[in-house]
Nanobody
């Protein structure tokens, strides 16, 4: 089992920045990649960004260069740097760890873009 704990969410003004963190613990040796999805009551869960072990990153179309994913494998941590946050970025951001057997999910952290 892999346990994921997110942090760093909160209220941010439009145009502001926020940095999310997610720490993995447990059977982390089998993780092939980590990333972020987001979800609101009105929309299905959507990809924000993922990164796999070779460093390749994949972003959702809406990101448009505003967010950057990074990973510290020594700390089993993935980060999401969110810049130029918009009100429509308001969502619960969920950390995921990808493995051959299954994907793991955190509880999520709320991000609210509002003045």
């Amino acid at each position: 089992q892999v346990r994921l704990v997110e942090s760093g969410g909160g209220l941010v003004q439009p145009g502001g920045s926020l940095r999310l963190s997610c720490v993995a613990s447990g059977l982390v040796v089998g993780i092939d990649g980590m990333g972020w999805y987001r979800q609101t009551p009105e929309k299905e869960r959507e990809l924000v960004a993922t990164t796999i072990n070779d460093g390749t990153a994949n972003y959702g179309d809406f990101v448009k260069g505003r967010f950057t994913i990074s990973r510290d494998t020594a700390k089993n941590t993935v980060y999401l740097q969110m810049d130029n946050v918009k009100p429509e970025d308001t969502a619960v951001y969920l950390c995921t760890a990808l493995s051959r057997r299954r994907d793991y999910w955190g509880q999520g952290t709320q991000v609210t873009g509002s003045s």
